[in-house]
């Protein structure tokens, strides 16, 4: 697989390097993917930011919650249960 391959599918760059998946966050409930919002300067070897650089241009920040859940999906359940109508009986 060529390098402009890689560049294109972040899929495929982290299935070509796997140990770079822990600086990939995935929202449990809509399969987001983007990297950790800490994600250093460098990953790897020091003074070596092919990795990082890499992920960022493969991927924006993403946030998750404790549960695993990005800001969309937990705006969009707020939502839900706020519009939801009142299930008392």
């Known amino acids: 697989m060529s390098w402009s391959t890689f560049l ?5 760059y982290l299935a070509s390097f796997p140990k770079l998946n822990r600086w990939i966050n995935r929202c449990v409930a809509c399969g987001r993917v983007g990297h950790k919002p800490e994600l250093p300067e460098h990953v ?11 992920l960022r241009r493969l991927f924006e920040p993403l946030e998750v919650d404790e549960n ?7 705006l969009a359940n707020e939502r839900l ?9």
């Open 44 to 54: 790897g070897q020091p003074h070596f930011n092919l990795g990082a650089s890499t």
């Open 68 to 74: 695993g859940v990005c800001d969309q999906c937990q």
């Open 8 to 12: 294109g599918d972040g899929e495929s």
């Open 81 to 89: 249960k706020a519009n939801a109508p009142d299930q008392q009986a």
